[in-house]
């Protein structure tokens, strides 16, 4: 029992030290014998644990995995309107990327290895049932599709992500990703739109629209002599 217990957590330190490299350096980048001098061993004992670098990628992908499930696992609906629970599971998706060495591997990982499990697959369900039940249930605008929706949600989360990769150590003075993805939804959910983009054009119309954006339109040529 003792052994094994021991076993646990020498594999439990070899994960984190892990997930810290392959955030900080990607797959390409980290070697066993970094991560070795990371979790304070020899690359011996790492490798009685995890044979290779590929094994013990899926571990730390697994470990990010299993830790945003149980993270969400802890949301309760509360009574709360299924849309609002959207907003706080991307909230909280943040939090752990911002937080947890173990998320940020999984999703860079994720985005290095193709072909593995990526780190969306876990939470992304729950999403798109969320958001199915606030449709039903007139939370979204019949305008609003599901799928659009999904996809928005997404989109935020990259967005998140990549901005905790561009901030490094720096604590930027806008706030943590939490913060900054908070006021995004104000934004979302409030629209910025004060009627039409346009005088007399409402903004589906404006988007809506064939045409070019003044900015995307060629130049009128020069008046000839």
């Avoid at 958001?131 to 659009?148: H, I, K, M, P």
């Amino acid at each position: 029992m003792v052994k094994q217990e021991r076993a646990v957590r020498t594999r439990a330190a070899v994960v984190a030290a892990a997930s810290a490299e392959f955030a900080r350096a990607g797959y390409d980048g980290t070697s066993l014998s970094r991560i070795s001098r990371l979790a304070g061993m020899s690359v011996g004992a790492l490798t009685f644990h995890f044979r290779t670098k590929r094994e013990l990628a899926d571990a730390v992908q697994e470990e990010g995995r299993s830790v945003t499930l149980a993270a969400l696992d802890v949301l309760s609906p509360r009574g709360r309107p299924a849309l609002l629970q959207v907003v706080e599971l991307t909230l909280e998706l943040a939090r752990l990327m911002e937080e947890e060495s173990a998320v940020r591997a999984a999703i860079r990982l994720g985005r290095e290895r193709p072909g593995t499990v990526s780190w969306s697959r876990a939470w992304l369900p729950a999403v798109h049932g969320l958001l199915d039940e606030a449709y039903a249930a007139g939370q979204l605008r019949e305008s609003a599709r599901t799928a659009d929706v999904v996809t928005l949600v997404e989109h935020l989360t990259d967005s998140a992500e990549v901005y905790l990769r561009g901030r490094g150590a720096d604590e930027s003075e806008l706030g943590n990703a939490v913060a900054r993805l908070r006021l995004i939804w104000k934004l979302v959910l409030t629209g910025v739109s004060a009627g039409g983009v346009c005088p007399g054009q409402p903004a589906l119309l404006v988007l809506e629209s064939d045409a070019p954006s003044p900015a995307l339109r060629p130049a009128a040529p020069e008046p000839t002599a």
